[in-house]
């Protein structure tokens, strides 16, 4: 156990976690040349394509120095505001860290944020200067803003290159001599903490654990301390390039466990395994997730609704930040109200529920949770606006507010207060990094920033600036309830929570965006957008004025069929309610409105 290292990647977004992963995963020939690929961690393939890591991944390296065999755990951890929850959870099965940044870039607001969580954690912090081949790179005054923020000698930050493969070696020294030897003892009643699961069709329910004390046998009777199942150890191994099993292990490493359980359920990620005959107490897991976006999610076609279940279900084992439950809508039937950590995040649930799983689905406008206090002064928690109660009995309602942290160049202040301001948020704070990078701290309704802030302060910044943030709150705020109706029905599921003050403008913009695309049909189509009973906005979508099939009618069977087919094609993605045909972006239409 004492040449056993457990450590993690943390860095801002970008900053070459993945690349240097990459580069410690050759150095130490736990892959061969052939399968090398770049960004080995990253495979799922929506990483790939988006070049960015969402989920954590663990992997085992064999390295040897100063004539001793060291096994190193490396768990790699993503970057992105929306993902700091699964940082969490890596930082948890790790005594060490380092800690990347950029040296053309510095100190980024995700990176403080991860660094936080690492030194909560008790984690030795081993700072990396990366990407100091670039010829803009500003090693000095990098180095400067890291030992203002860390403490350490300007010794103790490597300088390497994930590109060039400067430092690597260093780096890998480094986590021998500095990280901690994992505690515990092999010989106590056994506790191993799952960290996280995957679902594999042919072999079950996949269980990443870090064990703490104890050793673990393959074939033991293994007891889930939580949901107190009880299973056998059928495999055991530790998880390099390939999992490679193993007889027994023992406290201190990490590795996987498979024991034929096909309930996602049964698995939680924080939860304890022990051995049935000699248990143990369960370890302290993981905060439980607070989601921050709400949206419905639903089949395209009913009948696939216990499918989407099943596989909400499984998605769930690889995600344990998404969380969901059963909801009903008048216009799309049946379907999950699900809770996301951001909107990068439910874009990514869609796109896995569709990839991995072949399932068609639309999402709801998407809304945060607002607390509505009645005239009976009960509390209740909206996550959808048709939990809102009716006007009449709401005596007022709250919400949620968070603590914004922009890091800039300087010469970008202006505009992102300007914008904050637009978006209702109070500028608390204004701190000199160094002579052009500032720190701004604003409140603001969480509301505003979920959905396009991040975007906007890119591009204003010109992608200099950096977001992260933590609720703080709930505070009272005027909002309303905003209701689309389509040729006189009430769609519940395009129905928004506004502020009162933006409340016309929005039912404005958003029957005109409606307008736009909603498809055109046989009949003319009216947009309404109401407040409680009043009309604010009304747009109108014109008829089409001639039946594509009635050109077939009475000819050639098969040409008519494959028409059908076709514009069955085009209605992926689509709901109809009533008579009418909604596309999914017009679920999403709120988002985009100015
Ligand atoms: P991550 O988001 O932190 O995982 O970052 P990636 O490893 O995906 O790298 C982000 C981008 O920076 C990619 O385009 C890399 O090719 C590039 N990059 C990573 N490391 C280096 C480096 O050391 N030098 C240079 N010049 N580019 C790098
Ligand atoms: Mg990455």
Redesign the pocket.
């Known amino acids: 156990m004492k040449n056993i290292r457990n450590f993690c990647i943390i860095?801002h977004?970008?900053?070459?976690?993945?690349?240097?992963a990459d580069r410690l995963l050759e150095f130490t020939s736990t892959v061969a040349e052939r399968e090398m690929q770049n960004?080995l961690l990253d495979n799922m393939d929506l990483e790939r394509e988006r070049?960015?890591?969402i989920k954590s991944h663990a992997i085992q390296m064999n390295y040897r120095y100063k004539g001793e065999d060291y096994i190193l755990n490396l768990i790699d951890t993503p970057?992105h505001v929306d993902f700091s929850y699964e940082v969490s959870r890596s930082i948890a099965a790790c005594e060490g860290a380092l800690l990347?940044v950029d040296s053309s870039q510095g100190i980024e607001a995700q990176t403080i944020s991860n660094l936080y969580l690492a030194i909560g954690s008790d984690l030795e912090i081993i700072p990396v200067l990366?990407?100091?081949?670039?010829p803009h790179a500003m090693p000095e005054e990098v180095s400067d803003q890291i030992i203002d923020l860390i403490g350490c000698d300007r010794e103790d930050i490597i300088h390497?290159?994930?590109?060039?493969g400067i430092g690597i070696e260093e780096i890998l020294n480094a986590i021998c001599d500095r990280i901690p030897a994992p505690k515990g003892d092999p010989a106590a009643p056994l506790q191993a903490l799952i960290f996280d699961s995957v679902f594999n069709s042919y072999r079950g329910i996949e269980v990443y654990f870090r064990i703490y004390n104890g050793t673990l046998k393959k074939g033991e009777k293994v007891k889930f301390i939580n949901t107190g199942k009880t299973y056998e150890a059928d495999e055991i191994g530790v998880l390099k390039l390939n999992q490679e099993p193993r007889q027994e292990m023992a406290a201190g490493n990490v590795g996987y466990l498979i024991s034929g359980i096909k309930n996602a359920k049964e698995v939680k990620v924080g939860d304890t395994i022990t051995h049935v005959d000699r248990p143990a107490t369960g370890i302290q897991g993981f905060e439980d997730v607070k989601p921050m976006v709400f949206a419905g999610i639903y089949p395209v076609e009913t009948s696939e609704y216990e499918e989407l279940r099943a596989s909400m279900e499984k998605l769930q084992l690889n995600d344990a930040s998404l969380v969901w439950e059963p909801e009903t809508s008048a216009a799309l039937g049946f379907g999950f109200r699900c809770g996301f950590l951001g909107m990068l995040h439910m874009e990514i649930v869609q796109e896995r529920l569709e990839r991995e799983f072949d399932m068609t689905v639309i999402t709801t406008v998407p809304s945060v949770q607002f607390h509505a206090y009645t005239t009976k002064n009960e509390m209740v928690k909206v996550n959808a606006p048709s939990e809102m109660p009716e006007p009449n009995y709401i005596d007022h309602i709250e919400e949620p507010f968070i603590k914004a942290q922009i890091i800039s160049k300087a010469e970008y202040v202006g505009p992102i207060i300007t914008l904050c301001m637009e978006k209702r948020g109070i500028l608390k704070n204004q701190t000199y990094l160094t002579s052009d990078r500032v720190e701004l701290s604003f409140e603001m309704p969480l509301a505003e920033i979920v959905f396009d802030f991040f975007d906007k302060l890119k591009t204003i910044s010109r992608g200099y600036a950096s977001l992260d943030y933590e609720l703080i709150g709930f505070r009272q705020s005027n909002m309303v309830k905003l209701d689309v109706m389509l040729n006189g029905e009430k769609v519940d599921a395009l129905s928004a929570i506004v502020h009162r003050e933006k409340a016309y403008e929005w039912g404005k913009r958003l029957c005109e965006k409606l307008r736009e695309l909603l498809p055109r049909q046989m009949f003319e189509i009216a947009i309404q957008a109401a407040i409680g009973q009043k009309i604010i906005a009304r747009e109108t979508v014109k008829a089409l004025r001639k039946n594509v099939l009635a050109k077939c009618y009475g000819g050639d069977i098969s040409r008519k069929r494959k028409l059908l087919e076709k514009q069955k094609k085009g209605k992926k993605r689509m709901r109809q309610v009533g008579n009418v045909e909604i596309p999914q972006e017009a679920f999403l239409a709120v988002l985009k409105l100015d």
Request: proline content about 0%; glycine content about 16%.
């Open positions: 860095a977004i970008d900053h070459g976690k993945s690349t240097l960004q070049g960015i890591t970057g990347i990366n990407k100091i081949d670039l390497a290159s994930g590109k060039s």
